[in-house]
């Protein structure tokens, strides 16, 4: 073991994307010479996924969650999604700051609410909780977002609900101009790739990272996405601009995927601009970014998702 390698906690680490950043954590490539001890928080340690982690070396914890269990953690890692109430993902926070951990990074991802309009209600909370963080922390504990657009493997997972109709060969897009609108997306495995990289980073220097990140594996627009489609399934997508009226009408009534459509309609998930992609992964030297022309003609035109 290094005497510079990090203890770090991954919170939901048996979830979709807490898993994929627990085993990076635990390969080759970071352990033992730039991780030592890798924590999970779940509530099941009898799960295939907690008793696989279990296995590859991590510590399940299943407990409460205190500062003694935080004890000795240099970074904590919320990869609990949206549907974790807030007052645990506070606890949480509250427990880093008490144990004296370096480095936090809330949970969620994906949109950064920074850059929305009016979909940024249905985002309030995640805002809520980072303000928590950095309030209760003092300057003590650095809190780093990491914002990544959509979700690469959720494009065909959540097709229909987010405009891919593939047996009626259409994709719909939200608000005028909105099929031109480009649109970041990155995979999971990207993501956690890229938490890793960030963690070891900050918990060296926690002041050479700043508080609000961006990656950007790939990005596409709407039109370009039925064009691909296009091209793998043999046929021909329309695409069609809906009025972004009713979606308003949705927001207001705090539904997330009209939240998210609209951020999408509007180009306020094209987080292009502004990323640390080159820090965490200079010349793609550690890994190639996934695209998504290659999640599309892998899926079979998202058909396998």
Request: net charge negative.
């Amino acid at each position: 073991m290094s005497s510079t390698s990090i203890n770090v906690v991954v919170a939901g680490g048996t979830g979709t994307l807490g898993e994929l950043i627990s085993k990076t954590l635990l390969s080759s490539v970071y352990r033992p010479n730039q991780i030592n001890r890798v924590v999970v928080l779940s509530r099941d340690d009898s799960s295939p996924v907690a008793q696989e982690l279990k296995a590859l070396g991590a510590e399940i914890h299943t407990g409460p969650i205190q500062a003694d269990s935080l004890k000795g953690i240099d970074v904590v890692i919320n990869a609990w999604g949206f549907m974790v109430p807030g007052d645990i993902k506070d606890s949480l926070a509250k427990a880093a700051v008490d144990a004296g951990v370096k480095v936090y990074f809330p949970s969620e991802f994906g949109v950064d609410p920074h850059t929305l309009d009016v979909e940024a209600k249905i985002f309030g909370s995640k805002v809520s909780h980072v303000k928590y963080a950095r309030e209760l922390g003092k300057g003590a504990l650095k809190v780093i977002e990491i914002y990544n657009g959509g979700f690469l493997g959720q494009i065909g997972q959540y097709a229909p609900a987010i405009g891919i109709d593939i047996p009626n060969k259409t994709v719909t897009s939200v608000g005028q101009g909105s099929a031109t609108a480009r649109i970041t997306f990155t995979s999971e495995r990207d993501i956690a790739y890229s938490t890793v990289r960030l963690a070891i980073l900050a918990a060296q220097d926690p002041s050479s990272i700043a508080d609000n990140v961006r990656i950007s594996g790939t990005s596409a627009s709407w039109s370009h996405i039925a064009e691909l489609l296009s091209q793998e399934l043999g046929t021909t997508f329309e695409v069609k601009e809906l009025d972004d009226a009713p979606f308003r009408e949705k927001i207001e009534n705090g539904d997330f995927v009209a939240g998210l459509r609209y951020a999408y309609g509007k180009g306020h998930c094209d987080l292009t601009t502004g990323t640390v992609n080159e820090l965490v992964n200079p010349g793609q030297e550690l890994w190639k970014w996934d695209t998504v022309e290659e999640h599309i003609k892998k899926t079979n035109g998202l058909s396998a998702a």
